[in-house]
């Protein structure tokens, strides 16, 4: 069931929301927490039900596992209690996943074929997998528990951010369903959380989707084997840019958004990464909840920054190609983990030796166009099928098919600077400057990029609107936030209403 149909919107939500305070008014937040934790697993079983019964049963095992992890015995057990929780959790996460990827490469070094096993991935289990690997930890280290196996399975399924984040650590979540006032209709929250649920819903279908138009056939003819023009292959890997932007920072605030209309506050996950000046900042700003995650359970126990420069660069390596790897079986994944990684370094190098004439890269609007530039080259291999795919994108976003250009600008172009490696746009023979893009394309890439730039955040809005619950002022939602939100709304359910929901590209990893 995805977010974006018009199922979940008009049927499974209200029928929960209504379910839910009703359990919450009559009998309190126990069963308020229990009913909402058994819708979570009936949305999770309702595309593909043998997904469901392997949910419970991580659920059940890592529950139990807690429990043992936290009782009063010898360290060397507890920690042996907690290692074997995590090793399982990963095993299960590596043969779902990366079962046929192991298998291919193995059989690739010894000079063999492998016919892959069929194997369906199960929805969001890196997601789901990374939350209780956190729990076991957490448990271990005596910051969190919990008591109640129906608000575990709430942690762990609760169908806003289950399938694709964010990642919540269950301390932050507990004692919000421990609350006296958990189950009871709170009009603010539930505002709130229709407006960010508004937007993020505009985000995919109005913009993600529509993105996907023009990002969808260049990627297509790159995998292919096919000519990929200059201004063709940057508008690909501009559009896919945005798109994987507006449509997984879209889930988010959709995510954000539903748990605001149950009363429960979720962590952000973006907060205007393409407005990023340093790569270092990207990674603070993009999928904040998994990068958090990296840094605390991964990158601070190899040691982090603490043992000198040399060690700091190696472990960046280590968390970014792991960090890779965790998105998908793919060597392309596992190499753009290592780009960003590559990046990191260079940057923090940069940040000790800032000085003198190299003081220029950090003049905000270079630093700014070469953070995009890493950034766009990094997701044309994480869109691309095959590195073949990936280098031909390379190849043509360098000019190795030439520069082509319309007529009607190749003539303005003095003679001195027509050079061999650009070419006018010739119709007779089928060459456009522009190949498979039609103009349209270019405008909706220039818009998005304008509105990650120039518009006010959702996460600006959405602290705003929650201030409240720390003792602030709350932010009122006034009559033009109402009216855009109530707008894009509307319009987004008429172009679902058109078209078929499309799935959010978080759902494969």
Request: hydrophobic share 50%; net charge neutral; aromatic share 18%.
């Amino acid at each position: 069931m995805l977010f974006n149909s018009l199922i979940f919107i008009f049927v499974f939500l209200p029928a929960t929301l209504g379910g839910f305070y009703l359990a919450g008014r009559r009998r309190g937040g126990k069963l308020a927490i229990a009913l909402l934790a058994a819708a979570s697993l009936i949305f999770y079983g309702y595309c593909y039900p043998p997904n469901l019964a392997l949910l419970v049963v991580s659920i059940l095992v890592n529950f139990y596992l807690g429990k043992i992890v936290r009782r009063e015995m010898p360290d060397s057990k507890r920690k042996a209690a907690a290692f074997f929780g995590v090793l399982m959790n990963l095993g299960l996460l590596g043969y779902f996943k990366y079962f046929n990827f192991f298998m291919d490469n193995v059989s690739w070094l010894q000079g063999q074929s492998y016919s892959a096993v069929a194997i369906f991935l199960p929805l969001g289990i890196s997601f789901y997998t990374f939350q209780q690997i956190a729990y076991l930890v957490d448990c271990y280290k005596r910051k969190t528990n919990s008591e109640s196996l129906a608000e575990y399975a709430l942690f762990v399924s609760f169908f806003p951010q289950l399938i694709a984040g964010p990642i919540v650590l269950h301390e932050k979540v507990r004692s919000q369903y421990m609350r006296a006032d958990f189950g009871k209709f709170n009009i603010r929250l539930f505002t709130a959380g229709l407006v960010v649920f508004a937007l993020g819903l505009g985000k995919k279908v109005l913009i993600a989707d529509q993105l996907a138009l023009a990002s969808t056939p260049v990627f297509s003819l790159a995998q292919a084997g096919e000519t990929v023009q200059f201004f063709e292959s940057w508008g690909g890997a501009l559009a896919y840019t945005y798109q994987l932007y507006f449509d997984f920072s879209g889930y988010s605030d959709m995510a954000i958004g539903l748990a605001l209309m149950f009363g429960i506050v979720l962590p952000i996950n973006f907060n205007s990464p393409y407005k990023s000046t340093s790569i270092i900042e990207f990674w603070r700003r993009w999928h904040i909840t998994f990068s958090t995650f990296l840094r605390d359970y991964l990158y601070i126990p190899l040691g982090g920054n603490r043992k000198g420069g040399g060690r700091s660069a190696v472990n960046l390596l280590i968390v970014m190609f792991l960090g890779g790897l965790w998105h998908g079986a793919a060597w392309t994944f596992v190499l753009w983990g290592l780009l960003h990684g590559f990046f990191l370094v260079i940057n923090h190098f940069y940040r000790q030796i800032n000085s003198g004439i190299l003081k220029i890269f950090s003049f905000p609007p270079l630093a700014y166009c070469l953070t995009l530039l890493c950034i766009v080259l990094g997701w044309v291999l994480f869109r691309a099928e095959s590195f073949d795919a990936a280098f031909l994108m390379f190849g043509a976003m360098a000019g190795e098919n030439s520069i082509v250009v319309p007529s009607e600008i190749f003539r303005f172009i003095p003679e001195v600077l027509q050079f061999d490696f650009i070419a006018s746009e010739n119709e007779e023979a089928g060459l456009y400057w522009s190949g498979h893009l039609t103009w349209d394309a270019f405008i909706m890439i220039i818009v998005a990029a304008g509105v990650t730039i120039f518009m006010p955040s959702t996460t600006d809005l959405f602290k705003k609107l929650t201030d409240g619950d720390e003792g602030k002022s709350a932010f009122s939602i006034g009559p033009v936030l109402a009216l855009i939100s109530g707008a894009v709304f509307i319009v987004s359910i008429l172009m679902i209403y058109s078209n078929a929901a499309s799935e959010f590209l978080y759902f494969q990893f």
